[in-house]
């Protein structure tokens, strides 16, 4: 006879793939308040329409991170090399090479084109100014409290407030943390920016018994028993609204917090478009960009444009 537990698992198994093979998988239509197609559109973008896709070269098919340099031009970055790379819209192309630092695990970039960060994956921060005069810029390093146990991945400028917020794709089981960092004080402030909890996300996703079988079942193949609904991979803030829309890329959704910290959307991504969403920025009139990593297939970037109705 089996055991209760591995009785129990088999008709998970059994119920999960029923409910794959009804539903074609996960990125299906859902009736959520919070998801769906009508979500972002609601915020101003049909996230399943691009109004343009760029294709990356293979220097950026690791891409990690963008930050809009105007309305024109983005600074990108990628997770091997300590490089910036200045890639025009108009163009579509990369224009601009800069090399800044030794080979590593990159995986954000804010600021302007007077001033850029760049963030380490250990939590390292670093200044760079003087990019473009054609000499090497000026580099200054930091280290935050952040270790690579935050696995830190997504930066973004926090406007009118001289200060940066890192996101960390690892954190306690079922939740997610940004962290608040000046740029001022140079400091870490000492509690969190944002605290995300997953329980709080997974029940927008559950329809039907089925559903919550499925997150069971998630959780309980998990290591750290968690259904991996929010794993952050970039962020940035609406120059317009000053919401913030983070990405996760493991489970391809894009989650929008207010001004006031409130979750207020989750889009699921297409998983025809969005391979792996990386990477997120804004122009200054909203129009919003992701960057796919591209692994296997090649990098792309997708641009939206922004609807204010």
């Not at 997770?79 to 192309?93: A, M, N, P, V």
């Not at 670093?126 to 810029?137: F, I, V």
């Not at 930091?142 to 200060?163: H, I, R, V, W």
């Not at 913030?244 to 006031?260: M, R």
């Amino acid at each position: 006879m089996k055991p209760t537990w591995l009785y129990l698992l088999s008709c998970m198994l059994l119920l999960l793939a029923c409910r794959q093979e009804g539903d074609g998988g996960t990125n299906g239509a859902t009736t959520s308040p919070y998801t769906g197609s009508e979500s972002l559109a609601a915020l101003g973008y049909r996230i399943d329409q691009p109004a343009k896709t760029y294709t990356l070269p293979g220097s950026l098919r690791e891409l990690s991170g963008m930050q809009s340099l105007g309305q024109q031009q983005l600074a990108c970055i990628q997770d091997e090399e300590g490089i910036i790379y200045l890639f025009d819209l108009q163009k579509g192309e990369v224009v601009q090479e800069v090399p800044w630092g030794e080979p590593g695990d990159y995986e954000g970039v804010a600021g302007s084109r007077e001033e850029l960060w760049v963030l380490k994956s250990d939590g390292t921060l670093y200044q760079l100014r003087k990019l473009w005069t054609g000499e090497a810029p000026q580099v200054r390093e930091f280290q935050t409290p952040l270790t690579q146990a935050c696995d830190a991945e997504g930066l973004s400028l926090l406007p009118n407030a001289q200060a940066l917020l890192i996101a960390c794709k690892e954190g306690a089981a079922g939740e997610r943390r940004i962290w608040r960092f000046s740029t001022d004080s140079l400091q870490l402030d000492p509690v969190p920016y944002l605290q995300l909890e997953h329980a709080e996300m997974e029940e927008e996703f559950i329809e039907t018994e089925l559903d919550r079988v499925s997150l069971s079942l998630q959780k309980f193949l998990s290591v750290r028993g968690e259904s991996g609904v929010f794993v952050p991979s970039g962020l940035a803030i609406h120059p317009l609204t000053g919401d913030l829309f983070i990405l996760s890329a493991a489970s391809k959704i894009l989650v929008v917090v207010d001004k006031t910290g409130k979750l207020s959307y989750i889009q699921e991504l297409p998983s025809a478009i969005f391979l792996q969403p990386e990477s997120i920025t804004f122009l200054p009139d909203g129009t919003l960009l992701i960057g796919n990593e591209g692994g296997a297939a090649e990098s792309t970037i997708l641009l939206f444009t922004y609807d204010a109705h």
